[in-house]
């Protein structure tokens, strides 16, 4: 069983940066991918950013150029980088590690985008 904590979140004005952190723990290889979603209230969960154990990335059409996925293999430790950060990017931010045995989430962070 694997156990993901996320951290970094809070109220950031339009324009602002935020760095998110996810820790993974337990039963965890470090060959499989890691992501971030989020949930605008309202919303379904959506598709952020993710990224293999080699570096490569995927991203929302909505965050390119904006955030950044890194990944820090020897930390079992996934980070989102957001800059530029916008009204639309508010909500709850989940980490995800996806293995062959089914999807791992975090509990959440929450990012509120306000002046």
């Known amino acids: 069983q694997v156990q993901l904590a996320e951290s970094g979140g809070g109220l950031v004005q339009p324009g602002g940066s935020l760095r998110l952190s996810c820790t993974a723990s337990?039963?965890?290889?470090?060959?499989?991918?890691m992501g971030w979603y989020r949930q605008a209230p309202g919303k379904q969960r959506e598709l952020v950013a993710t990224?293999?154990?080699?570096?490569?990335?995927n991203y929302a059409d909505s965050v390119k150029g904006r955030l950044a996925i890194l990944r820090d293999n020897a930390r079992n430790t996934v980070y989102l980088q957001m800059n530029s950060l916008k009204a639309d990017d508010t909500g709850v931010y989940y980490c995800?590690?996806?293995?062959?045995?089914?999807?791992?989430w975090g509990q959440g962070t929450q990012v509120t985008v306000s002046s």
């Open positions: 995800n590690y996806q293995s062959p045995t089914g999807a791992s």
């Open positions: 337990g039963s965890i290889f470090s060959i499989y991918p």
């Open positions: 990224i293999t154990f080699g570096g490569s990335t």
